[in-house]
């Protein structure tokens, strides 16, 4: 076990398990959670901490606010760690901006960042979806089939900007 590792021990009690007092933090749950995610093959202790924050935190959801059960159900659903980064932005600055002891200024900035790299993934989008399928024949043979899949996926690209924009 790596020096790293130990540092999880003094989540587990005399019997090797972890502490119940655990199950009362939701916020802790939900960190050691995402931290057992950080697993490399033979770090049991994190397996055993990640399977320990799940079952603690599905039984949690059901007797905290609607907030912390959405937040509890989506770190359950999207480890950070598995997860596309510019989407878990947005879920984490709308839980963040939930929290009474937010900082404005950091979630304007956040949210204002978020929104410069969007309009740049639009007009990247756009510029894409003016492409031609008619195109392909001045293509070499190698690239041919990467842009016959990217025109096919641009549809469900769409649609997915059209969401958002309705969600927004």
């Keep these: ?21 655990l199950i009362n933090d939701v916020q802790g749950m939900l960190n050691l959670g ?9 770090e049991d202790i994190l397996d055993e901490a990640l399977a320990f924050t799940a079952t603690q935190l599905k039984s949690m959801a059901s007797r905290v606010s609607t907030h912390l059960a959405e937040e509890i159900n989506h770190t359950l659903k999207f480890s950070f760690r598995k997860s596309v980064p510019r989407l878990e932005a947005r879920f984490f600055m709308s839980t963040y901006a939930r929290d009474d002891s937010h900082n404005k200024t950091l979630l304007k900035f956040a949210k204002l960042d978020y929104n410069i790299l969007q309009l ?3 007009k ?9 399928i008619g195109a392909i024949d001045m293509l ?3 690239m041919k089939f990467i842009y016959k899949t ?18 927004a």
């Design 1 to 21: 076990m790596s020096n790293n590792i130990h540092v999880f021990e003094k989540f587990k009690d005399v019997d090797r398990k972890f502490k119940s007092s």
């Design 34 to 42: 995402e931290a057992a995610h950080f697993a490399i093959h033979g």
């Design 120 to 122: 740049r993934h639009r």
């Design 124 to 132: 990247q989008l756009s510029d894409i979806l003016k492409w031609d």
């Design 140 to 142: 070499p043979d190698y």
């Design 150 to 167: 990217l025109l096919d996926f641009l549809p469900e690209m769409e649609e997915v900007r059209s969401k958002e924009e309705q969600t």
